[in-house]
């Protein structure tokens, strides 16, 4: 009776071992293809982030110099460094050189800007200004140095 029956079965298990290979094969396929898509998507992904960082840093870079050079006022400079610092992770936000920058803005921060500063009265936009600078005033030796700092820490991040 097996010998009836051994060619039908061989030819039948030969067939599944073939469909069986060449699914797998298909599937072997398709998860390196898998595979090439989330490495070369990873790879921009980090390019990506690479270049954000290097604009964060950049930026720092340009705004403290500017704040140095006596190009920015304190408070625009004390806002845009407040709100880079923390975009970046190779700047210890908490560092007690950049605290100042944190401390001034928490002062700052309720200051009317953009569209709002421009539907202000002559009245409340001149008793803004004076509460500006007598802050700036009260940060102005601590912040240039602070921003001293920063321009270094930052450029010697670009060698």
Not at 2 to 15: G, K, N, S
Not at 84 to 100: A, G, M, P, S, W
Not at 146 to 151: G, T
Request: charged share 35%.
């Amino acid at each position: 009776m097996l010998e009836t029956y051994f060619w039908p079965i061989l030819i039948a298990l030969t067939v599944i071992i073939v469909v069986l290979s060449f699914i797998a094969g298909r599937l072997w396929r398709e998860l390196s293809h898998r595979k090439a898509l989330q490495l070369k998507s990873d790879l921009e992904g980090a390019q990506k982030e690479k270049e954000r960082k290097e604009f964060v840093e950049e930026s720092l870079r340009i705004i403290s110099k500017a704040i140095v050079e006596g190009q920015c006022d304190l408070s625009e400079g004390c806002i845009r460094i407040r709100m880079l610092i923390d975009r970046t992770d190779r700047i210890n936000h908490k560092h007690e050189d950049y605290q100042v920058f944190f401390d001034m803005y928490e002062e700052i921060k309720h200051f009317k800007t953009h569209e709002a500063r421009k539907e202000l009265s002559k009245q409340e936009l001149y008793n803004e200004d004076k509460e500006r600078y007598m802050i700036e005033e009260r940060y102005r030796d601590s912040f240039l140095e602070a921003s001293r700092r920063l321009l270094s820490f930052v450029e010697s991040l670009r060698v």
